[in-house]
């Protein structure tokens, strides 16, 4: 029988070849998501484009769980009548189905989680037909590490992992693929342990959560430096899901966001409102060029080449010896407007006149040693180098 995900395996590279891309319920419904709301992010998904551009995944995250009933198999509340139907739904668009629950007793919003019951909910899972699992620690912190090993960091360690082993192995047991998304916020190096065979982690968390606000993000964004080695196809470092279109981003914000993520080869989980989007948002969700940087298949994350007062530079090395290069000015509220900035083509590794494209204008560019350019606050210049020298 075929293991669900196996982190370093081939099914793994199967599951998660490319880092996954969809949209997660909890950053616009959180717990008061229904099935309605997830069958208009399908449906939305596909009348965008967005399906056609890499987005597959609709994740129902926390709020959907009922009860156990008396054999102890898990059910979904009144808001989702009938969790086979809605995946059925959603398999029918060319789409796949992903889902949330916790290791603990109870999820971060307080419905019911797996413990004691991983084999049963892996099998309820497969039965309904779904293709993503995001484990949640959340309870499992006080109701098991913090009560059974309050003064043992070690012991503590020893159960987080036991407990994300245990949902590896149920899932593994049910013979269907299953993208197995880790969330225990960057805790005990989880990159260095999670993408093992016992864990088999596809994607892990590697901060707290995001929020709609340039700080949060560049604070996330920032935390990602050093992390490129654990980063790779089947196994992908996860700072947590999109707020482009959430909360008061402006456009440039969105677009950096977008930017970073795609850079860090990080999932691309929208978490807005797709049903009612603005064009802007849909045009920048859907940039076809600035996914495929995300999604190139080399799977190598980009990292931070140097900073220069409120600017940095990041960059990624692509398929067929490509480079993707990002400029991002990161300015405080303080210094609004525009910042000057001479680009170091040598701190980059290249030498001489590149030619290359600005993924967010279309046009094609040359970028010189010590050209000056003028980047608006929290702004990005995307550029995608398919012949450096």
Known sequence: MAAASVGSGALADTVAATPPMGWNSWNFFAEKVTDADVRAAADALVSSGMRDAGYVYVNIDDGWQGERDAKGVIHPNARFPDMKALADYVHSKGLKLGI????????????????????????????????????????????????????????????????????????????????????????????????GAKVGGNLWRTTGDITPEWDRIYAIASQQAGLASYAGPGHWNDPDMLEVGNGKLTPAENRAHFSWWAMLAAPLLAGNDLAHMSPEVKSILGNREVIAIDQDPLGKQATRAYAEGEVEVWTRPLQHGGMAIAVFNVGSERHAGTHPFRLNLAALGLHGTQQGKDLWSGKPVSLADQQTIALARHDVWLVRVDAPH
């Not at 419905?111 to 099998?123: I, V």
């Not at 497969?126 to 993503?132: E, H, N, P, R, T």
């Not at 090993?149 to 693929?177: C, K, S, V």
């Open 100 to 195: 949330y629950t916790s290791p603990g007793p109870k999820t971060c919003a307080g419905f019911t989680g797996s413990l004691g019951h991983e084999a049963q909910d892996a099998r309820s899972y497969a039965d309904w037909g779904v293709d993503y699992l995001k484990y949640d620690l959340c309870s499992f912190i006080e109701d098991q590490m913090q009560a059974k090993a309050p003064h043992d960091p070690a012991q503590q360690m020893r159960l987080m992992t036991g407990a994300y082993e245990r949902m590896h192995d149920a899932l593994a047991a049910t013979g269907r693929p299953i993208v197995y998304s880790l969330c225990q916020y960057g805790w005990d190096a989880v990159w260095e342990w999670a993408p």
